[in-house]
């Protein structure tokens, strides 16, 4: 009889052991922000800057908004899908006025403050209240004001009354470090005070809801599969239909910030960034086919084996970033056939091999059946994603503590978590006060390739230079042992 317990008990530790997901498989470093929730980004903002008191605190999650989004337009989806402030942290990048707002609203009030809306003629901006009093930021200006005996950041009303405030305020040193760089006046700030119109609370503006909806930054891969994300943009791949994603004020936000600029001008204006998912489970390997949907099938010599009428597999692509396109490959021994799901398997809608792109833009819960009467010997997706370069986990010159982590931190035992960093390390000149990556050289390609043994995992990659290294990508894989 204990026999038979201890065996049935090893068992179900086996099964456990290999059922152990990935959900939440994510990387991040002691030098940067964590973007997966409004929680870790206050958190990380505060300690990173070293903030204290609460004017202090506010500053920091301004200029990390600051530092991760550009002022374009309004990034939109289609109907369910909406746009929340992860989402537009982390895939788009890009927002006008009242979109960059509401995601600072959310960060400020995820931080334990009280927010109110506040619109000027053709603007929308908002005040945070702490301390007793209202303070004015804004991110889409790029700017924020002390008053005159620097005792708080001011609000809105004390603007209005003592224009001052404002007008000598670069004079007596009391401005933001970034103030109005994209050209705004400060004379348009002062008018704008004086015209502004209370709105209250409000969920969200405009197409960004004031929290996400339906949207997850998780990221979950299967067994097979590899996202590797870029530093840089494809021409046209971007999600959105019409005009490419790109800063309307080029470089004035970063080119003179001696914060922002070293970290930025390797790559230009700011504009959307792309990466690849590369799905290709192998058949043969019992871990790439446990993440599959199998029905009326089943693995055999290498191939998924239809065992009664037709076989069904769904491979499961659900990401974090918007697809911007990609094509589908399958080889069948008999009838096939293929269909793709936008929508968590509710609907399904017939595909070629091939070239898949218009059933894949702008989505994230992404689903491929493939129905067979013999069997389906091969299967590969190969997907371009946008995301938001400026909220990836960078390097920095010196010694980077990298962190891997899943939601569970549990390591299936049939796989290999790997995480691959590339980059180029910088050196600048001594003097100089602008960052537009003139006179600027860079090394070789360097790659740092971890396999991950387990969870939490840490790794050190210690980056030379003088200046921050032109990051190349950032690689996050699954494969079976």
């Not at 609907?347 to 091939?354: C, L």
Request: glycine fraction near 10%; charged fraction near 25%.
């Amino acid at each position: 009889m204990m026999r038979c317990f201890a065996a049935a008990l090893a068992l179900l530790l086996a099964g456990s052991l290999a059922s152990a997901d990935t959900r939440g498989f994510k990387v991040t470093t002691d030098r940067t922000v964590d973007p997966s929730s409004l929680e870790t980004i206050v958190r990380d903002v505060w300690v990173r800057s070293g903030a204290k008191s609460d004017d202090e605190k506010a500053i920091a999650i301004y200029e990390y908004l600051h530092n991760t989004i550009f002022h374009w337009a309004y990034a939109t989806e289609v109907a369910p899908q909406s746009v929340g402030p992860l989402k537009l942290i982390n895939v788009y990048g890009w927002g006008l006025c009242g979109g960059q707002h509401t995601v600072l609203k959310a960060l400020y009030e995820t931080a334990g403050w009280k927010c109110r809306y506040v619109g000027w003629p053709g603007h929308t901006t908002i005040e945070v209240e702490y301390g007793g009093k209202w303070h004015y930021f804004d991110v889409f200006l790029k700017c924020y004001y002390w008053s005159k005996d620097k005792s708080h950041v001011v609000g809105q009303g004390e603007i209005a009354d003592d224009p001052s405030i404002v007008l000598d305020a670069v004079k007596d040193g009391r401005a933001a470090r970034q103030n109005l760089c994209c050209g705004d006046e400060p004379q348009g700030v002062v008018e704008g005070c004086k015209a502004r119109n209370t709105v209250g609370e409000s969920k969200g503006w405009a197409s960004v809801t004031w929290r996400d909806e339906n949207y997850s930054t998780s990221l979950t891969l299967p067994s097979g599969a590899a996202l590797r994300l870029d530093w840089k943009s494809l021409p046209d791949a971007f999600a959105i239909t019409g005009k490419a994603p790109q800063h309307s004020c080029s470089t004035k936000d970063f080119r003179e910030d001696k914060v922002l600029g070293p970290v930025l001008e390797h790559y230009g204006t700011r504009n959307w960034s792309d990466g690849s998912l590369v799905y290709a489970p192998d058949f043969s390997k019992a871990a790439d086919v446990s993440d599959l949907e199998l029905t009326g099938a089943a693995a055999k010599g290498g191939k998924l084996v239809a065992t009664g009428g037709t076989g069904v597999a769904v491979f499961k692509l659900a990401l974090p970033y918007a697809y911007v396109g990609g094509t589908l490959a399958a080889t069948f021994d008999g009838d096939g056939r293929l269909s793709v799901s936008t929508d968590g398997g509710k609907s399904w809608t017939p595909a070629a091999a091939g070239d898949v792109s218009p059933l894949l833009k702008q989505r994230y819960d992404v689903r491929v059946k493939a129905e067979f009467a013999g069997a389906l010997a091969s299967f590969k997706l190969d997907a371009v994603v946008e995301h938001n370069r400026s909220a990836l986990p960078f390097l920095l010159p010196g010694k980077n503590v990298v962190t891997v982590a899943t939601e569970k931190n549990e390591l299936p035992k049939d796989k290999v978590l790997v995480v691959t960093y590339a980059y180029q390390e910088a050196a600048a000149p001594e003097k100089r006060n602008r960052y537009d990556g003139n006179g600027l050289k860079y090394g070789d390609v360097k790659t740092v390739q971890k396999e991950v043994t387990a969870l939490p995992f840490t790794f050190d990659v210690q980056v030379g230079g003088n200046t921050p290294p032109k990051m190349i990508s950032l690689e996050r894989s699954l494969r079976a042992k």
